[in-house]
C-alpha cells in the first residue's frame, strides 16, 4: 500500500517540478543599435544642413548636419546664423516712403577667435540646438508688423563650409 502512495508523490513531484520550469522566460536581448557613419567638421569636405525644428517665441533652433557621403557630422562649433523678420508681404505700409519689402534682422556669431554669441549645442551625433536669449523683434519694429521669420545659417569647418540659404521657418 506505500507503493501506490510513494507512486503518486513522485509523480507529482515531477509535474510540478516541470510545471515550473516552463513559466521561465528567458530575458530576449535587443539587438544593438546600428553603428552610425560620423566625420568630424574639420574632415568634412561637404556641409549639408536642414532645420528640422524652430521656436518662434524663444528663436530656438533644431537643424542637422551630414556630408556628401551621409554621415553626421560631429564637433560643429564656427558659425553665422541670422534671423530675417518680415511683414505681411500683402498689407501695405502706412509710410508711403516706406520700402515693400523692408526687414529686420538679428545676427549671431562664433568664429574660431573671439566671444560666441548665442550657444551652439550637440544634442546628438549631427543634430544640433542653437539657443539665443530670445528673438526681440519689438526693439526693431515697435509696429509689431514682422510676420514671417526666415533664418539663414552657415556653419564652418576648417576644408569647407555650407551654402548660405535663407529659410523660412515661422509665420506670425
Known amino acids: 500500500m506505500k507503493y501506490p502512495l510513494l507512486a503518486l508523490t513522485l509523480g507529482t513531484l515531477v509535474l510540478t517540478g516541470c510545471g515550473s520550469e516552463d513559466n521561465k522566460s528567458e530575458a530576449i536581448t535587443p539587438p544593438p543599435p546600428p553603428v552610425e557613419k560620423t566625420v568630424s567638421i574639420d574632415e568634412a569636405t561637404q556641409i549639408n544642413l536642414a532645420v528640422e525644428q524652430f521656436d518662434p517665441d524663444t528663436g530656438t533652433l533644431v537643424f542637422s548636419l551630414t556630408d556628401a557621403n551621409q554621415a553626421a557630422i560631429i564637433t560643429a562649433k564656427n558659425y553665422d546664423i541670422y534671423y530675417f523678420g518680415f511683414p505681411d508681404k500683402h ?27 548665442g550657444k551652439l549645442t550637440e544634442v546628438k551625433n549631427g543634430q544640433y540646438q542653437f539657443e539665443i536669449a530670445g528673438l526681440d523683434w519689438q526693439s526693431k519694429d515697435p509696429s509689431g508688423a514682422v510676420s514671417q ?24
Request: proline residues 4%; glycine residues 4%; positive net charge.
Open 149 to 172: 521669420i526666415k533664418v539663414a545659417i552657415q556653419i564652418y569647418g576648417t576644408q569647407t563650409h555650407n551654402t548660405l540659404k535663407l529659410i523660412s521657418v515661422a509665420t506670425l
Open 91 to 117: 498689407k501695405s505700409s502706412p509710410n508711403p516712403k516706406a520700402w515693400k519689402r523692408w526687414h529686420v534682422t538679428q545676427n549671431y556669431r562664433c568664429q574660431s577667435k573671439g566671444e560666441c554669441s
